[in-house]
């Protein structure tokens, strides 16, 4: 018979019902009712706050290199970042589908306009290239840290990394913040690419000069090739996307950008104007950096929530069964196939899952059909191009709303959720091409006009 971990899947269901759900690709949500206060579980993550601000100081530093080289960041000074903008007829499409009342005021965070690589992957991909970059500057006396960064941009220094390679695996959109930051230094770039990953993905990063290396298999596969590749090459750098706290720190200066975001939005966020954040998640760095940093800056006000495929759902089930990276969805029968190519992950972070467990509120699954249905109404309604795995995080104020179980739980009453902000993380999407984006756009609306 077979097992999973010692133990029947009829075993498992016994004893954690809702992996039957999970295996059934049903919708599901599950609130992790060992949630501790962040003053406690902040410590227990093995990174702190001075660890992002170093990362945050890193990438003012560069800010000069980088409106230099990427002329589209200079009028923000070379630091890469996005909006956030209120959606309401998105809430009302969705409050009205749920059969819910308002709670609150639904945002997107629009990492899918950010610049360079129009996804959330420009803010650890790119930060974790700057910090090796910075490294192997400083030690062969190529610059100071006190100096004007844009001398990085000479002949002379991109000749100095040419010396040197970066490898990293990845379903796409890490791979073109990997490849294009690196690519521009000039070091010598390859990207290990599941076969899920975008053909156009692909032309992008081979037209920019990056190795880009096919693989038939899915993302986990591709990561091992990567980091193989990258173990026989002492020059070689690999970034571990299941594991590295330089991409994770990189995304978690996101928070302190968002908290002057909303406060010049006029937007409150403390006890009693808690703030819901919706993250979609591949492999967990992305969202648990983010987290974490949110956390470091609004404790206990932030509620982080994860959302997932159903056909993808490793996050939910590593953190459920507390098998974490010791499990995939594939050993449950769960296929990893999804059109939301930045989440089609089996396996989650072993280094993400546990850091952060005890900081993360929930975690739900999204059908692709939904992601589409909601691509197509985030275009048609608020004027915004997404990429499927960018809407993943839209439903979550359903999902809340819709659990007033939990909300008694977490101690948010009617009157502090009427003044709650529900914040989705649009992950990626403005570099999809306008032929691609057009048969995204119309799968969605085939999709709803069928259940209308
Ligand atoms: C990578 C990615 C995510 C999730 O990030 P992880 O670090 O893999 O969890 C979400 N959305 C998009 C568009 C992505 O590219």
Known sequence: MKTIHGRTIEDWVARHP????????RETRWFNPAIAPAATALGEVGLSAADVAEASARLRRFAPYIARVFPETAAAGGIIESGVVPVPKLQRRILDEAGLPAGGALWLKTDNALPISGSIKARGGIHEVLWHAERLALQAGLIRADEDYAALASDAARAFFGRHRIAVGSTGNLGLSIGIMSAKL????SVHMSADARQW?????????VTVVEHASDYTVAVEQGRREAASDPACHFVDD????QLFLGYAVAAERLAGQLQAAGVRVDAEHPLFVYLPCGVGGGPGGVAFGLKLVFGDAVHCIFAEPTHSPCMLLGVYTGLHDQVSVQDFGIDNLTAADGLAVGRPSGFVGKAMQRLIDGYYTVTDEALFRLLALACDE???????SALAGVPGMARVLGDPAYLERIGVTPAQLANATHLAWATGGSMVPPAEFAGYADRGRRLLAASA
Do not use: H
């Open 18 to 25: 809702l992996i039957e759900e999970l295996v059934a690709l």
């Open 382 to 388: 608020e004027g915004v191009q997404l990429e499927p």
């Open 242 to 245: 299941e594991n590295s706290p």
């Open 201 to 209: 993905k692909k032309d992008r990063l081979r037209a920019s000069g």
């Open 186 to 189: 000039g070091f010598q770039a």
